[in-house]
């Protein structure tokens, strides 16, 4: 069992920044692929960034590419979504999900996640 927990969102105007941060409990945290997704009101949840269990191999969407950066620590069991000039149009709530098969690779599809957290607001004002 695998329990994620997101922190860092809240409100901000464009062009602020925020930091995501995603814990997660065990001590096989470093085996695993992570991933951000989010879910805007009346979407459907998308794919934001994912990040393969070294950390060296990461996936960023096109929507995000150049303002979002995904990172982890894994002695720490964290990782991190620092996110730049925010937009109105990546408000939505944020996850954030473990893909528990060992050393992987990362994709987006995230029907290929185990786990995930409850998710943390992000609100961006015009």
């Known amino acids: 069992q695998v329990q994620l927990v997101e922190s860092g969102g809240g409100l901000v105007q464009a062009g602020g920044s925020l930091r995501l941060s995603c814990s997660s409990s065990g001590r096989t945290f470093s085996r695993y692929a992570m991933g951000w997704f989010r879910q805007a009101p009346g979407k459907e949840r998308e794919f934001v960034a994912t990040?393969?269990?070294?950390?060296?191999?990461?996936k960023i969407a096109d929507s995000v590419k150049g303002r979002f950066t995904i990172s982890r620590d894994n002695a720490k069991n964290f990782m991190y979504l620092q996110m730049n000039s925010l937009k109105p149009e990546d408000t939505a709530v944020y996850y954030c999900?473990?893909?528990?098969?060992?050393?992987?690779?990362?994709?987006?599809?995230?029907?290929?996640?185990?786990?995930w957290g409850q998710g943390t607001q992000v609100t961006v004002s015009s």
């Open positions: 990040i393969d269990w070294s950390g060296v191999n990461t």
């Open positions: 999900a473990a893909r528990t098969a060992p050393y992987t690779l990362a994709p987006p599809e995230e029907v290929l996640y185990d786990y």
